[in-house]
């Protein structure tokens, strides 16, 4: 790995403690905890750490691993690479990526590699800068060479959504967050939640934020006709399948029509 991408994921952390970093943080791990607790699986994975907080705190998952280029001293992340995961086909049920895409040297290559490692009906859940929001205005009058995080990819929603579509995932969930302007006093940006509420139902494009949830297809699998289901059997009645825990999903329709 080189030393610019090393130093870039420093400036990162350092720029999600500092107090604008804080506050979209906290908003982003509060709609987490609305979406990761329907999402079932054994083994959760985190690509890239931000700020302090822990943004798999409301998942499900008994196993959970952080990734990140930065190793920590107790040996609790597995340093490496986001475009090569060093983990196994199918090992992975519920894959995190915080801002990953935005701050990657090759997004398409970082879901390619996470849609392998996913089991089927696997979950990833994207966080990313929106592009054409107040944050993007800021990103494009950015004076060069941009701070972080202007100078992150800010990927468009829909070419996120092309390449899940190329991957062979389905969209579940989707909204947009935190329409607060990119202001750097502390007291000022907490006077101005009320944006929050106002922004998903009369300006939602604007919002800073995107969070997208999608499932991994399950390749080759063919609807049972509608004909067996109605055959009665000979050895006697069948178990009830076991309940499955339904996903909520949130913002369909709007995800739908955005980017």
């Not at 130093?7 to 509060?30: I, M, T, V, Y």
């Not at 979406?35 to 998942?59: E, H, I, K, S």
């Not at 929001?133 to 009058?141: A, K």
Request: proline residues 8%; charged residues 25%.
């Amino acid at each position: 790995m080189s030393e610019p991408t090393v130093a870039l994921r420093r400036e990162l952390r350092a720029w999600f403690d500092a107090p604008l970093g804080r506050s979209l943080q906290a908003f982003e791990a509060n709609a987490l905890r609305g979406v990761l607790p329907n999402l079932y699986g054994t083994v959760a994975l985190q690509l890239g750490r931000l700020g302090r907080l822990d943004m798999m705190d409301a998942c499900n998952a008994p196993t959970r691993v952080l990734l990140d280029l930065l190793g920590e001293r107790n040996g609790a992340v597995v340093r490496a690479q986001p475009e090569a995961l060093p983990f196994d086909a199918r090992s992975v049920d519920v894959a995190i990526l915080p801002h990953t895409l935005d701050f990657c040297d090759d997004p398409h290559q970082v879901l390619r590699e996470t849609a392998r490692v996913l089991s089927p009906e696997g979950h990833v859940v994207i966080l990313g800068f929106n592009p054409v929001g107040l944050w993007g205005l800021r990103r494009l009058f950015s004076p060069r060479p941009r701070s972080v995080p202007w100078r992150g990819r800010f990927l468009r929603l829909a070419r996120v959504k092309d390449w899940l579509a190329l991957l062979d995932f389905e969209l579940t969930h989707g909204g947009m967050l935190y329409y607060r302007p990119p202001l750097a006093h502390e007291a000022v940006m907490e006077r101005l939640h009320f944006l929050d509420k106002m922004g998903d139902r009369w300006w939602p494009m604007t919002a800073a934020v995107y969070l997208v949830v999608a499932k991994k297809r399950v390749l080759g699998v063919t609807p049972m006709p509608l004909a067996w289901k109605r055959r009665r059997l000979v050895v006697g009645p069948a178990a009830a399948p076991a309940a499955r825990g339904m996903v909520v999903p949130f913002h369909r329709r709007r995800l739908k029509r955005l980017g």
